[in-house]
């Protein structure tokens, strides 16, 4: 790669982690959105494996109750494996306009969903089907665009969970969605060893980018920042979904 290639990686890799640092999610999600401008998603999505798997386990292991989530939310995260593995073949196999039209579309849907902020309750009883919809969906969506947020956000929003067991659902959810994806990758021979070791580096700016992120949470309103990024996403959304028609 050349100079400004590192130069937009770093950049984006700090500002993914720091929206992650303020809000608490987000980094695979304005990863993804920001490489998709400049490379091949299934470049971006190898580059984005392992800096989303080593913040998403921290998030995953700093919660209370992994083992009830677990045994709660296993088809769930079946479904996402199982979706991803097929989703993954047409990331590989659709031309690029494409795959940026459907990941600018996820982008808006996801932004625009978490913008109205709808109260959805899931009683638990519809939990044992719903579960496993929802994580096929995800995992097809995560296959195709490489972005894991819907529909399992809004779904895990709506489980009635307690604040620290949403934020380590959540974290189960991409540690799965991260691991099926490279799984999907590597099956379809789009993982190669230099992207392993350029993936490997981008943990460093996306640590950096969240340490700023956790310093700056303490500075502003949450909301308004998480407001601000979510109309970003929206922005990055419609000029992706835009691009096959102008170029």
């Given at each position: 790669m050349n100079d400004i290639v590192w130069f937009y990686l770093i950049a984006i890799f700090i500002a993914a982690?720091?929206?992650k640092g303020v809000t608490g999610?987000?980094?695979p999600t304005v990863a993804m959105g920001l490489l998709g401008t400049f490379m091949p998603l299934p470049v971006a999505a190898a580059l984005l494996v392992i800096p989303s798997l080593?913040?998403?386990l921290w998030q995953l292991f700093c919660g209370p109750a992994l083992k009830v989530l677990w045994s709660r939310l296993w088809l769930m995260m079946t479904g996402?494996?199982?979706g991803t593995l097929a989703g993954s073949a047409f990331l590989i196999s659709i031309d690029p306009g494409t795959s940026a039209f459907l990941l600018g579309a996820a982008l808006m849907i996801y932004a625009g969903y978490a913008l109205y902020s709808p109260v959805l309750n899931v009683a638990k009883?519809?939990?044992r089907w719903l579960s496993p919809i929802t994580g096929a969906s995800t995992g097809i969506i995560t296959g195709v665009t490489g972005v894991f947020v819907m529909p399992a956000v809004p779904y895990l929003q709506a489980l009635n969970l307690s604040k620290d067991e949403l934020v380590q659902a959540l974290g189960l959810s991409f540690?799965?969605?991260t691991l099926?994806?490279?799984g999907g990758?590597?099956?379809?021979d789009a993982f190669q060893l230099n992207q392993l070791s350029l993936s490997l580096f981008s943990v460093i700016p996306a640590l950096v980018g969240m340490g700023i992120g956790q310093k700056i949470r303490v500075k502003i309103s949450a909301k308004t920042f998480r407001k601000c990024f979510l109309l970003f996403l929206i922005l990055l959304g419609v000029e992706l979904t835009l691009r096959p028609l102008l170029f």
């Open positions: 982690g720091l929206v999610m987000g980094l080593v913040t998403n996402i494996v199982v009883r519809h939990e540690t799965v969605s099926a994806l490279a990758l590597y099956l379809h």
